[in-house]
């Protein structure tokens, strides 16, 4: 008989994808970070507990395209500084990803708060424009003109966090209790520029990030850079703390509830 390729993989089969996934290269992405102040208000009502607000209300877009064999990837999020435990990080609202491969991993592994969406990145000269887009709407768009090189900065170890959890089978809820994951990244620069310019954010109901006006630039760079993370469960947090927000993760809340009609395969 052929293989049966939904069958069960043999020990061997899963020892081998371990081991190659464990052994990938250095792999680069070219992108546009841009950092802001917002409204302090706006930034602590997106927060879930226990995340807590930083001293400066700062949100985060990050822009890239990534160098992967085969098929460059769009991978972008725009993220709001947070705190817990003593840890110093960034809450990402959104991520929007141009392959269902690198969404799927982030959202069931990490619980990264992935959708499919369009993330460019453009550079003509000295002419910067990268832009986060989904349902038709550039919620998101930095432009600018590169101002000059920076000095490449040293290894930096960044932490973000992601509430892991599963919808409740009947509706209610969730079927176990959330967790908050710490996802430590190691990040490595080959080249880094500062760009002078702007941040646009446009209205979508789907993605309301203009909820998060930009009352200053902080800093706006385009760079070369590799990453690496690693996560891990930092707590198992409240479930009826968590519900208020997870409206969060999804365009239509109710899609959650949703089932197949009775008597349907």
Not at 118 to 137: P, W
Not at 214 to 242: F, N
Request: aromatic content about 6%; charged content about 25%; some cysteine.
């Amino acid at each position: 008989m052929a293989r049966v390729r939904y069958g069960a993989r043999t020990e061997a089969e899963i020892a081998a994808a371990r081991s190659a996934s464990s052994k990938l290269p250095d792999i680069w992405s070219t992108g546009v970070v841009a950092v802001w102040e917002s409204d302090p208000d706006a930034v602590a009502a997106v927060l879930p507990p226990p995340l807590k607000p930083t001293g400066l209300p700062l949100v985060r877009a990050n822009i890239s395209k990534v160098d992967l064999p085969g098929y460059p990837l769009g991978a972008g999020s725009v993220a709001v500084a947070a705190e817990h435990g003593g840890v110093a990080g960034w809450y990402p609202l959104v991520m929007p990803m141009t392959h269902e491969r690198a969404l799927i991993g982030g959202r069931e592994v990490f619980g990264e708060p992935k959708k499919l969406g369009e993330v460019e990145v453009e550079r003509d000269g000295l002419v910067v424009r990268a832009r986060l887009a989904r349902h038709g709407i550039a919620f998101v768009e930095v432009r600018g003109a590169v101002s000059g090189a920076l000095p490449l900065p040293e290894p930096v170890r960044k932490t973000d966090f992601y509430f892991k959890f599963l919808p409740a089978v009947d509706g209610s809820g969730f079927d176990a209790d959330p967790v908050l994951v710490h996802c430590v990244r190691n990040e490595k620069f080959r080249k880094l520029e500062g760009v002078t310019g702007d941040v646009v954010l446009r209205e979508s109901m789907y993605d309301p990030v203009a909820d998060l006006p930009v009352r200053k630039v902080v800093e706006i760079t385009i760079g070369e850079k590799t990453t690496d993370q690693k996560g891990r469960v930092a707590e198992r947090v409240s479930a009826q703390a968590l519900l208020p927000y997870i409206h969060q993760r999804y365009d239509d809340p109710q899609q959650i509830l949703d089932g197949p009609p009775e008597g349907s395969v």
